[in-house]
């Protein structure tokens, strides 16, 4: 019998003893339970945006009529002047147009075309004043030396060509033609600059991007078939510029 209550004793022991470590064992934390699931993305990296530079913030300050490129010029000019002789009359009416090429680095070139009528009043001459009997058709090319897109004076030169024809009665040759070629010298006076306000609707409403009011003085050497004139005159107008 007591070889039966030993084997007993250990079998007990043996069947005890993991139990006892089981119990002992401490249970596991959270931080080292792994949960299985998705491996986590990475953080997209935070791009900084770049500041905007002073000139796009003065770019946006600039009015839309003073950004856009004139394409287009219409005018009126008026000359008084004592040609061809002193005490003479010589004056000259034009309605001109212009097409302006897109700007260059400094200025802005322009080609038209020109109508008018050259009324002419000289004491003891059979040249005759009434404006219909004279007119004159021509061409130009001006440079605005435009460097500013605030800019309250602007210079200008031009090449002009004319031919003319005008009547004659004291020698009883009747209507006489003739050309001229000149270079004018003069300045343009922004009207936009004074007034901003009605320059935004002048181009919100018609496309206009400026108003000037001109002065120039062009050379005249007029050759006709009975005579030769040279003089200058004093031309004042206006312009309109389109895009």
Excluded: C
Excluded at 34 to 62: F, H, L
Excluded at 189 to 197: A, N, R, V
């Amino acid at each position: 019998r007591l070889p039966l209550t030993l084997l007993l004793l250990l079998s007990f022991s043996m069947i005890s003893v993991p139990v006892a470590l089981a119990q002992e064992k401490p249970p596991e934390t959270a931080s080292e339970a792994v949960i299985p699931g998705p491996t986590p993305s990475p953080t997209p990296a935070v791009v900084a945006k770049p500041e905007q530079s002073s000139q796009s913030d003065e770019d946006e300050s600039v009015p839309a009529y003073l950004k856009a490129s004139p394409r287009w010029a219409f005018g009126l000019r008026l000359a008084f002047s004592d040609f061809p002789i002193k005490g003479g009359l010589g004056d000259s009416f034009q309605l001109f147009t212009d097409y302006m090429l897109p700007s260059i680095k400094v200025g802005t070139l322009s080609f038209g075309i020109h109508l008018g009528s050259f009324p002419i009043y000289a004491p003891d001459t059979g040249l005759p004043y009434p404006v219909y009997e004279n007119y004159s058709v021509g061409a130009q090319g001006r440079f605005q030396l435009k460097f500013m897109q605030r800019q309250l004076i602007i210079p200008t030169a031009a090449v002009e060509w004319d031919y003319f024809s005008l009547k004659e009665y004291d020698t009883g040759a009747g209507q006489l033609t003739g050309s001229s070629v000149g270079v004018s010298l003069g300045a343009m006076l922004s009207m936009g600059y004074f007034d901003p306000g009605t320059a935004r609707q002048s181009f919100e409403g018609l496309g206009m991007t400026d108003t000037y009011l001109t002065a120039e003085m062009r050379t005249a050497n007029i050759s006709t078939t009975l005579f030769d004139l040279s003089g200058s005159f004093w031309y004042f107008g206006i312009r309109l510029e389109f895009e």
